[in-house]
């Protein structure tokens, strides 16, 4: 069982900047991926960005070149780090991670994103 911590959601006004943290309570090396979700009333939830082991990363074309997906592996922690928000960006952001030996997936509880001026 592993349990995802998240938090740094907030409000923030278009342009501004945010970061996401994501704690994970087993070893990041047993991830196979970390993975940051959005989702917003009466929409699907949508990937914005993965890492995977190897350290390779996607992003969503929405958010490429604003978002950064990282990992601080001491930490067992993932992050998203958010510049140049858009008011499109609101949503509530949620970490998943899979394992690797399992690929069995986990969610965090979410963390609320607004981007309002």
């Known amino acids: 069982q592993v349990q995802l911590v998240e938090s740094g959601g907030g409000l923030v006004q278009p342009g501004g900047s945010l970061r996401l943290s994501c704690a994970a309570s087993g070893s990041i090396f047993s991830f196979y991926s970390m993975g940051w979700y959005r989702q917003v009333p009466g929409k699907r939830r949508e990937l914005v960005a993965v890492?995977?082991?190897?350290?390779?990363?996607n992003y969503a074309d929405s958010v490429k070149g604003r978002f950064t997906i990282s990992t601080d592996n001491a930490k067992n922690t993932v992050y998203l780090q958010m510049i140049s928000l858009k008011l499109e960006d609101t949503a509530v952001y949620y970490c998943?991670?899979?394992?690797?030996?399992?690929?069995?997936?986990?969610w965090g509880q979410g963390t609320q994103v607004t981007v309002s001026s």
């Open positions: 890492i995977t082991r190897g350290g390779g990363t």
């Open positions: 998943k991670v899979i394992l690797l030996n399992s690929r069995a997936e986990y």
